[in-house]
C-alpha cells in the first residue's frame, strides 16, 4: 500500500517512527565518538608517566652560634640610664669573657634612648616619666657547646642586678652545602623504589625521567614534622635533622 492510499494517521505515525530510528543513530554515533575521545584522552595522560615524591634525611650537628643580649635599663634622667646601660654592659661582657668568650667574638652595638611619655586618660601631658636605654650585645662563636653552657647560666648575672634581656642563642649548621648534593641524590633513588612499587602493581614498569624539581631543605630539630614551603631552618636546637624532597616524573611502560 502506497503513502497515498494510506491514512493520514498511519502516515503520521509511519514518519514519527522513522524520526525516532534516524534520532537514536545519530545519538548512537555521537556517543561512540565521544567515548573514542575519552578513551584516547586517558591514554594520553597514562603516557605522560607517574609523579613520585622521594625524601631524604641525615643527622646535622651544628657548628656555629650566634647569641644576642639586650641589657635595658631605666632612669629619670636619660644620662642616668646610659650610665646604668654602660655598667650593666661591662658586667656582661665580664661574665662572658670569663666564661671562655674570646673578646674579639663579641660585638656591641650602638646604645638606643627613648622617652617614656606621661598620659591620662590616654591623652599626653607633656611631661617625661623616665627615659630607657638599651644596648645589644652579640657573640659568634663555633664553641656551640660553650654558648649553651652560658646561656644556660646566665641566670648568675641576672641575679647580681643587671638587666639583660636573653633571647637565646641560634645554632647553624654551616656544613648545608657539603649535605645537599648526598641528600638529592638519596632522595631520587628514594623516588624511584617508590615509583617502581607503584606501577609494579598495577603491572607496568617505569622509564625514563622525564622531568625533575627539588623541594626546599627542611632543618628541623630531631624527629620534627615540621615544614614549610619556602623551608624550615629551625635554629633552637644544637641537634638538628636535614630534610631534602623531590618530585620526579617518571615514564611509564605497560
Known amino acids: ?145 660553650l654558648i649553651a653552657k652560658l646561656s644556660q647560666g646566665i641566670g648568675a648575672l641576672l641575679q647580681t642586678g643587671v638587666n639583660v634581656n636573653n633571647y637565646g642563642p641560634a645554632y647553624y649548621v654551616s656544613t648545608l652545602p657539603t649535605l645537599r648534593p648526598q641528600l638529592l641524590e638519596d632522595a631520587m633513588k628514594d623516588a624511584q623504589v617508590r615509583a617502581v612499587a607503584l606501577t609494579k602493581a598495577v603491572g607496568g614498569t617505569i622509564g625514563a625521567v622525564l622531568s625533575v624539581r627539588s623541594g626546599p631543605f627542611q632543618v628541623t630539630t630531631p624527629d620534627s614534622t615540621m615544614t614549610s614551603d619556602a623551608g624550615a631552618y629551625d635554629t633552637s636546637t644544637i641537634e638538628k635533622t636535614v630534610t631534602a624532597t623531590v618530585s620526579v616524573t617518571f615514564k611509564t611502560k605497560q
Open 1 to 145: 500500500m502506497s503513502e497515498q492510499n494510506e491514512s493520514p494517521i498511519i502516515t503520521i505515525e509511519r514518519r514519527k517512527a522513522v524520526t525516532i530510528i534516524i534520532s537514536a543513530i545519530i545519538v548512537s554515533i555521537a556517543l561512540a565518538g565521544g567515548l573514542m575521545k575519552v578513551g584516547s584522552g586517558f591514554a594520553a595522560r597514562s603516557t605522560e608517566g607517574i609523579i613520585v615524591t622521594g625524601s631524604a634525611k641525615v643527622a646535622a650537628v651544628a657548628d656555629n652560634a650566634v647569641w644576642t643580649l639586650n641589657v635595658q635599663e631605666s632612669s629619670a634622667k636619660v644620662s642616668d640610664a646610659v650610665v646604668r646601660v654602660g655598667s650593666g654592659v661591662a658586667a656582661l661582657t665580664r661574665y662572658l669573657t670569663r666564661g671562655g668568650v674570646p673578646a674579639n667574638a663579641i660585638t656591641l652595638g650602638a646604645v638606643s634612648t627613648y622617652a617614656n611619655p606621661e598620659y591620662i586618660n590616654g591623652n599626653a601631658t607633656g611631661r617625661i616619666l623616665s627615659y630607657n636605654a638599651g644596648r645589644d650585645v652579640t657573640v659568634r662563636s663555633k664553641d656551640v657547646s
